[in-house]
Every structure is written in structure tokens, then in C-alpha cells.
């Protein structure tokens, strides 16, 4: 064929990084609500809103190990002027105190200990002197902070987190604190994967010169796995029309088909001519470096995504395209201060590898695509935007890798 250039598209060419997500994310059908124990929750998005089911702390307990007391009891409480309370029992977790605490007195109490009706402060044990079984000293106040009141996290009934939350260990943790045990969740995302080109093998084999180990499938297929998708692995195809065509014939039931390889501009470039030729586009080309030559398109009714076979752009396209547009969670990026110059593009958003060292983003050095020592070395993307440029000192938009 004749490669399409942008004097003569029939589709769109050239788009911006957030166009490409954008129509990535639309192709993506609706995901449907299972439910699942909430060990196996980690990784998924919840699919409705989460309620306490009971209030944390469920009683009024101690911070601290120490005793519970009457806080104006105590007021005068410093090392050279202790003040003395009578012990009238203990409140331990699980096994409260069944009395009520009175003037002058006080119970020893432990972290998590309901705290017993009378008193309303804590003193710490580094604070008490004890004198004889029955009485203790305290060397300041006990302060009211110390005791954590029922509900001061969630009370029973509130709306804790939100349906769209991707669930991390700290959100799961805390869905468990809410008193559920399964969770409502969308089913993951279904994403075949297949790489493409004839000098790619297989990890173990010998390698001859021009040949390169299939790196970018185990890359891919680790990230999609930290992204909560469930990969199909549709292995390797060498670079001719019928086999990229019988091997994406192993995608059924897939959501999306993610390639690596095949869309840039060389004559082999075949997977590019399946979907222009016979398939379907929707852009091919994103204003981005590295990852320029990326497509999107459709092959029978399958969205399919295209990444180039550099790895270093495959990377970089699979983090500011693939990814956002798989999860629904938008990229997160922060600013820090440039410790090197960063050159623009006139009509490119870059995507840097950048150190990060006190505090600052460095230029990595070596930015090839096929620098693959980067993909494991590099800390951040560093952003230029179009026609930008970056000088040593300014503040700089950072993706963490
Ligand atoms: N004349 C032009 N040539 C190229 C252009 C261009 O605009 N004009 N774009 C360049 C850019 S940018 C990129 S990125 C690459 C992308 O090319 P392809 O997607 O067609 O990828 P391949 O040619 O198949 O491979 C490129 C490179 O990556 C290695 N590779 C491929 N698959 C894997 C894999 N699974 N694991 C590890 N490494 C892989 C492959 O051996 C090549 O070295 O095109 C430029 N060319
Ligand atoms: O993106 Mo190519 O991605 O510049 O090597």
C-alpha cells in the first residue's frame, strides 16, 4: 500500500495525547458488577458506593496504655507536684471496666479499651510513678485528646467511599474496618495481547544478530496485570498479514486487543495495513515523543490499539494513553523543580525520562526509544508540552513511573 501521510487521510492523523485517550476509553464497552470476597478485591474499581455497616472506634476508647481519669482531677499534675489517684480497677480491649470512675480516682487502661463512664482523659504510663498496688502518681494532666471518641472515624450509616474508587491495600483495609466481606465490583477488563515483528523471539533461545527477546510482552503483560485487567495472551505473530490475522482470531471474548510492533512507517509495518487496508481506524499518530507512530482501530468489531514496537515507546504510550483509558483513573502528575534543561518540540508533547534526586528531576541522558536501560533506570516522565521547553530551576509537570 501506499502509507497514508497527512496530505491524504481518511482518518484522523496526528492527535493530541488526551484526544488518543479519549477515543481509546470510548471504544471500551460498560464493565458489569460482580461481587467478590474482599481479599480478592485489590486492583478493581468499586462499582457502587460503600456505607459503614458500624461505627469505628464502636466504643469511646484509649489512645494510649496508660490510666483514665477525671481531667480536672489532674490539672495541677507536673514531676515536682504529682498528683495521687486511687486505681479502682482496669479496662483492657474486649474486657471493659464495669464501674464508674469517681473523683480522686482513676483505672489502668490499654490501647483500644473502652474508656469507663466517669472519666474523660488519659495519662500515659511514662507519666505515672506508681505508689504501692493501690495508687499511682501522675507527672502532668491527663488530656482529653488521648481518648478517641466512638465514631471519630466513620459512625454506622455514612457513605465512606465512593463508587469509580480503584481499590488499593489501603482502601480495601478500610472496607474491611467498614464491615463488609464481599464487594461490589466491575468484572476486569478483558485485554488480549499480541507482539508483533519477525526479529522478535522467544526469552531463552539463542539469539542471533538483528534478533531482539520479546521484552515488550512480559512488560506489557505485567503492567496490564498491575492495571487489575485480565491479560490474554495471544503470544507472538511474525510479520506477515496472515499470521497477525490468525493470531488476533485467538481474541475472542476480549475487550480490546493491545499490540506491540508494526504501525510506524516501513513497508513490513503490518499491523498499520491490517487495520487501514482491511480494518477499521479511528487516528493513527499521536503529537507525542516517543510513541508517535501508535493507532487505533477496530478488526472485526474488537477495538484494537496499536503500540509501537520500541520499547521505550511502548512503555510511554502504555502509561499516558493505555492505561488511563483501561482504569478510568487519570494520570497522575506532580511538579518538581528541573535540575537540567529539558528541550521542547515544536509540534510534540514530550515524555522524558528524568532521575529524581533531592527533590529534583534530572534529564536520564540516553532518550533513544530503544534505550531500554531506561525503562528500569528512569524515576519519572518529565512533560514538555508542545512547543514548550524546560530550563534548569523551573518547576516541571512529572509522571512517577
Ligand atoms: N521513516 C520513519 N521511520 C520510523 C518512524 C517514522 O516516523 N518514519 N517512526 C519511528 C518511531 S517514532 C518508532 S516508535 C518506531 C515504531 O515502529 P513500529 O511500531 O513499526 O515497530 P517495529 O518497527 O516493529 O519495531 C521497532 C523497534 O522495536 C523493537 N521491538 C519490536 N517489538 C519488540 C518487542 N516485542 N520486544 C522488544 N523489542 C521490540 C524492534 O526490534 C525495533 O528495534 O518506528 C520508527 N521508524
Ligand atoms: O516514538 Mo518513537 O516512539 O519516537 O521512537
Known amino acids: 500500500m501506499s502509507v497514508p501521510t497527512s ?26 458488577t460482580e461481587t467478590v470476597p474482599v481479599a480478592q478485591a485489590l486492583g478493581r474499581t468499586l462499582a457502587a458506593d460503600l456505607e459503614a455497616l458500624v461505627s469505628h472506634p464502636s466504643a469511646t476508647e484509649s489512645a494510649l496504655d496508660g490510666i483514665a481519669a477525671r481531667e480536672a482531677d489532674t490539672l495541677s499534675a507536673s514531676a515536682e507536684t504529682p498528683v495521687r489517684l486511687k486505681i479502682v480497677g482496669e479496662s483492657r480491649a474486649g474486657m471493659p471496666f464495669d464501674g464508674e470512675v469517681g473523683a480522686g480516682e482513676c483505672v489502668r487502661i490499654y490501647t483500644g479499651a473502652p474508656l469507663p463512664p466517669g472519666a474523660d482523659a488519659i495519662c500515659p504510663v511514662e507519666e505515672l510513678a506508681d ?55 466491575r468484572r476486569k477488563l478483558r485485554v488480549a495481547l499480541l507482539s508483533t ?95 508517535g507512530p501508535a493507532i487505533l482501530g ?35 502528575s506532580l511538579k518538581l523543580r528541573a535540575a537540567t534543561p529539558f528541550r521542547g518540540l515544536k509540534d510534540k508533547t514530550a515524555f522524558w525520562r528524568g532521575v529524581i534526586q533531592d527533590g529534583e528531576v534530572g534529564d536520564y541522558g ?9 525503562l528500569s533506570d528512569a524515576d519519572a516522565l518529565v512533560i514538555v508540552p508542545e512547543g514548550g521547553g524546560v530550563q534548569a530551576g523551573e518547576l516541571v509537570d512529572v509522571v512517577l513511573l
Open 131 to 185: 505508689d504501692g498496688p493501690e495508687h499511682v502518681h501522675l507527672l502532668r494532666p491527663a488530656f482529653p485528646a488521648d481518648v478517641r471518641p466512638e465514631g471519630g472515624d466513620f459512625r454506622a450509616g455514612e457513605t465512606v467511599m465512593r463508587a469509580g474508587l480503584r481499590l488499593s491495600a489501603p482502601r480495601v483495609a478500610l472496607a474491611v474496618a467498614l464491615g463488609h466481606a464481599r464487594l461490589p465490583v
Open 298 to 332: 477496530g478488526w472485526n468489531g474488537l477495538p484494537v490499539f496499536g503500540l509501537p514496537g520500541n520499547p521505550v515507546s511502548s512503555l510511554v504510550v502504555f502509561h499516558v494513553i493505555v492505561r488511563p483509558a483501561l482504569t478510568g483513573q487519570p494520570v497522575q
Open 197 to 291: 515483528g519477525d526479529e522478535v523471539i522467544e526469552p531463552g533461545l539463542p539469539l542471533q544478530a538483528g534478533q531482539v527477546y520479546d521484552s515488550n510482552r512480559v512488560g506489557l503483560s505485567a503492567m496490564l496485570g498491575e492495571s487489575g485487567c485480565e491479560v490474554i495472551e495471544l503470544g507472538h505473530a511474525p510479520d506477515s498479514p496472515a499470521s497477525l490475522q490468525a493470531a488476533i482470531a485467538g481474541a475472542g471474548g476480549a475487550d480490546v486487543l493491545l499490540t506491540s510492533g508494526g504501525v510506524s512507517m516501513g513497508k513490513y509495518d503490518f499491523m498499520r495495513d491490517l487495520l487501514i487496508e482491511r480494518g477499521r481506524v479511528s487516528f493513527w499518530k499521536v503529537r507525542m515523543r516517543p510513541g
Open 366 to 374: 540516553a532518550q533513544g526509544s530503544g534505550i531500554l536501560r531506561s
Open 7 to 32: 496530505a491524504n487521510p481518511s482518518f484522523p492523523m496526528h492527535v493530541s495525547v488526551a484526544e488518543a485517550r479519549e477515543m481509546l476509553a470510548a471504544l471500551l464497552p460498560e464493565l458489569e
